[in-house]
């Protein structure tokens, strides 16, 4: 069985940054597609970025692109999420999930359960 954890969310100003990690358990990152999400209040869980196990292709979306990326830490066991450039509409709690398969794919099998983020002057 493969456990998430989410770490680094918390609160910052408008333009400041942060650092989200995924950790695992039971099982090697790099065995999974892994893509980070959020869910803002009253809001449908949006996916916003993901990173392929196969060839390690990267997808964002539109909202965070440029200023967002996601990279595997594989000496930690780790998928971390930078986020530069925070906007109020980015406040959500963020969650990892990770796929058992090569590709960005939905659905996901495990996820974990999620860290605020909260940005706000």
């Known amino acids: 069985q493969v456990q998430l954890v989410e770490s680094g969310g918390g609160s910052v100003q408008p333009g400041g940054s942060l650092r989200l990690s995924c950790a695992a358990s039971?099982?090697?990152?790099?065995?999974?597609?892994t893509g980070w999400f959020r869910q803002a209040p009253g809001k449908e869980r949006e996916g916003i970025s993901c990173?392929?196990?196969?060839?390690?292709?990267?997808y964002y979306a539109d909202s965070v692109k440029g200023r967002f990326s996601i990279f595997r830490n594989n000496f930690n066991n780790t998928v971390d999420l930078q986020m530069n450039n925070l906007k109020p509409e980015d406040t959500a709690v963020y969650y990892c999930?990770?796929?058992?398969?090569?590709?960005?794919?939905?659905?996901?099998?495990?996820w974990g359960l999620g860290t605020q983020v909260t940005v706000s002057s």
């Open positions: 990173i392929a196990r196969s060839d390690g292709r990267i």
């Open positions: 039971g099982s090697t990152l790099d065995d999974f597609a």
């Open positions: 999930a990770a796929r058992v398969g090569p590709w960005c794919l939905i659905p996901y099998d495990y």
